[in-house]
């Protein structure tokens, strides 16, 4: 991908809290803006969208209302598809999304900010196919077996095509429960995608926000998705590996290996995926690469990308979107996330690049 050979983030340390609090703290000290610059913004910064932003966002938040005492910032957990059309309806400065604007609605994206759209990635997760069963904390699974279970071919924990790749492994013989989404979600799109590229003899959809097969449990959100695994033996399900906790987890096979989740996994998948053509220069969009056999990827992946305008009627929304957007790209942002939410930080080339587009938001 042009501008982003990825660097690789640590996985979140123990005290990761206690930095980000120390942060804001020393934040609110300084009384500074983004990367040293001054402070002051004030008002109510209104966005939202993609659930599995949450955790980034509280670390997002936190900081930069630290470095900005009058300002207020409010980010709405709508899922990505009624984060962006919020967006082009005006209920919100900016949105989040787990999949970038496709080419039908950029026409309303544009007409709803008078102009050019801006579109950066913010943050970068694996996917974790999260599954609870008694004693068993890990399981290898290929494209194929996890597309036939979310298509409800697959209904046994102890079925050959799990055990088969699972030698030593004592499978029950329990019903297995899928839990989806029951929001449009960027997740599911990113999910559905990666069986439909990967697997698309046993996964006849295409990627959509709406989960596409009917059956099994559904849940609101990530958070949603997460109590449901939790709270249900045999049940598996997809989300946000930050937010998935202790559950256990799929290594799922790219090449010939079986590749847990990781910060590193998803920022090589990105590292290998080209950006999408014939966008504007304000527009970095990235058609992720999920049948990639690099050594270590991890292709069940969310590119989650910040919406906004380029430029706004009101002066003051302008100068918040545009101080919060230059935050969240920075090196000190892109490092809250990946110690409080464990994504992986973006590339120095694409966050330069981020950083570039962003610094020229501005009141018409």
């Known amino acids: 991908m042009n501008f982003k050979s990825i660097r690789n983030a640590a996985v979140p340390g123990v005290a990761a809290l206690a930095l980000l609090m120390s942060a804001c703290g020393a934040s609110n000290e300084e009384g500074t803006g983004t990367d040293g610059e001054s402070g002051g913004l004030s008002g109510n910064l209104k966005g939202g969208g993609a659930t599995s932003q949450e955790k980034a966002q509280e670390a997002w938040k936190t900081a930069f209302q630290g470095k900005n005492s009058g300002l207020t910032i409010d980010y709405a957990l709508l899922g990505s598809t009624d984060g962006r059309s919020q967006f082009i309806s005006k209920a919100l400065s900016f949105a989040g999304s787990d999949s970038y604007i496709k080419d039908e609605d950029l026409t309303k994206a544009k007409e709803r900010c008078g102009g050019t759209i801006v579109e950066v990635p913010a943050y970068i997760s694996s996917i974790a ?21 979310f298509a409800g071919k697959i209904t046994k924990w102890n079925d050959d095509a799990i055990a088969s790749q699972n030698e030593g492994v004592d499978l029950p013989d329990t019903k297995i429960s899928p839990v989806h989404r029951a929001d449009d979600s960027g997740t599911t799109k990113n999910f559905t995608d990666y069986l439909n590229k990967v697997a698309p003899s046993d ?4 990627a959509e926000d ?31 590996a930050s937010q998935t906790g202790d559950l256990a987890h799929v290594s799922v096979k790219v090449g010939d290996e079986y590749v ?24 970095i969009a990235v058609d992720v690469d999920r049948t990639t056999t690099e050594a270590g990827a991890y292709p069940v992946i969310l590119l989650s990308y910040l919406i906004a305008c380029e430029t706004y009627d009101d002066a003051a929304e302008a100068a918040n979107v545009k101080g919060y957007f230059e935050y969240i790209v920075s090196d000190e942002g892109q490092a809250e996330a990946a110690d409080f939410a464990g994504s992986a930080k973006l590339s120095a080339d694409t966050a330069a690049k981020a950083q570039e587009i962003v610094a020229k938001i501005s009141a018409k």
């Open 129 to 149: 196919i999260a599954f609870n069963l008694p004693d068993i904390t890990e399981l290898n699974l290929d494209a194929s077996t996890i597309a036939k279970i």
């Open 210 to 240: 709406a989960f596409p097969v009917s059956g099994g449990l559904s849940a609101e959100g990530t958070s949603g998705v997460v109590k449901t695994v939790t709270d249900t033996e045999g049940a598996i399900g997809y989300a946000d």
């Open 203 to 206: 996964w006849k959809y295409e």
């Open 260 to 283: 847990a989740p990781s910060p590193e996994g998803a920022a090589k998948t990105v590292d290998v995926s080209p950006v999408v053509e014939g966008r504007d220069a304000t527009d």
